[in-house]
């Protein structure tokens, strides 16, 4: 979607629809009527008199203007109350309004920070527009080969700005946004790929073409051979029952000189999940495409970090592997030695995410890094406990966990944090070797954090789960159902504001 800056005053737009936000208690500003032409203020009266407009959250209005009006249509969406129209319903409301104008089949909508009515400036209207509107618009299409005539897409967002002083920050906001939007958009069409399209190998590819892209970016990949020799035996015990050979993808991307310590997201990557020996039940098990939902937000992160040129040093590293059955699948009962020199015994062959971030946590170290992160779709506790919504975190730096927070906030991507005390260790604990890959299910998600944090040493270390998030069931305000990208936006909030560790 092309994106243009205009000055000016909106009704000037010869857009085919301009957005309107009104709320419950203060339905339109006196600077919005002041704006319209006569004949549209009659008929917006008229609708809001006549009770039709109520300024509702999510309500959403299409009024047809006078000829005489620039602007064909106004696209009138409701905030609720004023107090409670934060950033993240404004993002939604954009989304809402956006989705209506392609059913209505139209090219070009426009927007100004002016008619959003919120009291934020005019650059964080303009990015949480831009963010709501190209991801509340993505499809997943590729595959689809009926009526592709139908499949529509808006073509150009206008942003005006009523004072020319806004430009340069409007413009400046705007264009990060669809830059961090791009990064998520590229996460939810990995992550919405089918496996037999998108293999390990194939997840090494799609890294190594982001760098072609970008000089700023580095990546290896490490086939199993390599894997072998490193002694990464946790990861390549997952990846023997499957015929796709399993890969670890290292990016790095230098934004700064020198040897600055870098930071380390990792990420799963599990291409297809079918549980292994210990198989899943087959009732949505199509859905296990999506285990390397984490994989592809690293992935998505370091692109987008490149991109917004950030000052920063950073390495994402990838294990990417399928968990399959078969004649030399692991199995239960099982030993494992990690590449750390640890003992793992195979309680169940489905707890496989966190044997291969066992190894790549512990490769990470060797960076000595600022800080590690990792990213999986790891458990499916965390969704009994959290919901379908909220990342689980665990970690072991309260400074590092209070960036998340704060990132998540400011972006709308919620998590929330879970302890690590010391008794849920014993859960962990194997009678034959140091660790079992299963506590049990009592405390699932956090024994699955306390055993990934036997491979973090004593950097700073957290843990995202995103299970619950990864992918929607049902469509929300921007985030329609399928893939969600969840966790690239917040790492790239959490990297934007990020100051040298002390």
């Not at 064909?72 to 956006?98: M, P, T, Y």
């Not at 963010?131 to 592709?148: A, D, M, N, S, V």
């Not at 990470?364 to 990342?391: F, H, N, R, W």
């Amino acid at each position: 979607m092309k994106i243009l800056i205009e000055q000016g005053k909106i009704v000037e737009s010869r857009a085919d629809a301009a957005v309107l936000f009104c709320f419950e208690d203060d339905l339109l500003s006196d600077a919005v009527w002041a704006s319209l032409g006569e004949s549209s203020r009659m008929l917006i009266r008229r609708m809001i008199d006549g009770g039709d407009v109520k300024g509702k959250d999510k309500e959403i209005h299409v009024i047809y203007l006078p000829e005489s009006s620039a602007i064909g249509r106004i696209i009138l969406v409701g905030l609720g109350k004023k107090k409670e129209a934060d950033l993240e319903r404004v993002r939604g409301a954009f989304a809402l309004a956006a989705g209506r104008a392609r059913s209505l089949k139209l090219r070009s909508i426009a927007i100004s920070p002016e008619w959003c009515g919120s009291g934020a400036e005019a650059e964080v209207v303009a990015a949480a527009a831009v963010e709501g509107i190209e991801l509340g618009l993505y499809q997943f299409t590729p595959f689809k080969t009926e009526k592709r005539e139908d499949i529509h897409e808006i073509e150009e967002l206008q942003i005006w700005c009523g004072k020319k002083r806004f430009l340069e920050e409007v413009g400046k906001a705007a264009k990060e946004a669809a830059i961090v939007a791009e990064a998520v958009l590229f996460a939810r069409n990995l992550v919405s790929m089918p496996s037999n399209e998108l293999t390990p190998r194939d997840m090494a590819s799609e890294a190594l073409d982001i760098a072609t892209k970008r000089k700023s970016i580095r990546v290896d990949i490490l086939d199993e051979n390599k894997m072998k020799e490193l002694g990464m035996n946790a990861l390549l015990g997952v990846t023997r029952g499957s015929r796709e050979e399993a890969r670890f993808i290292i990016m790095e991307y230098r934004g700064i000189r020198g040897k600055e310590p870098p930071i380390v997201l990792i990420g799963k990557g599990l291409t297809f999940d079918s549980g292994g020996i210990s198989l899943k039940p087959a009732e949505n098990m199509e859905e296990m495409k999506t285990d390397m939902a984490g994989g592809a937000a690293v992935m998505g992160t370091v692109m987008a970090a490149a991109d917004l040129k950030l000052p920063l040093h950073i390495v994402g590293l990838i294990p990417a592997t399928e968990n399959m059955p078969g004649g030399r699948a692991y199995k239960p009962g099982d030993i494992l030695k990690t590449l750390s020199g640890l003992t793992v015994e195979v309680i169940s062959t489905d707890a496989e995410g966190r044997l291969i971030l066992a190894d790549a946590l512990y490769y990470a170290q060797s960076y000595k890094p600022a800080a590690m992160i990792d990213v999986a779709t790891l458990t499916g506790a965390c969704i009994v406990a959290l919901g379908e919504s909220v990342i689980g975190m665990m970690g072991t730096d309260e400074k590092l966990k209070q960036r998340l927070k704060t990132a998540s906030e400011a972006t709308g991507e919620k998590l929330w944090e879970l302890p690590l005390w010391t008794e849920y260790y014993e859960a962990i604990k194997s009678d034959i070797a140091d660790l079992k890959n299963v506590g049990g299910r009592p405390a699932g998600t956090i024994t699955a954090g306390a055993f990934l944090s036997k491979f973090a040493g004593d950097y700073p270390w957290a843990h995202l789960d995103i299970a619950g998030p990864a992918w929607v069931k049902k469509d929300r305000p921007y985030i329609p159902k399928g893939a969600s990208g969840v966790g690239v936006r917040l790492l790239i909030q959490m990297l934007k504001s990020w100051e040298r560790m002390e």
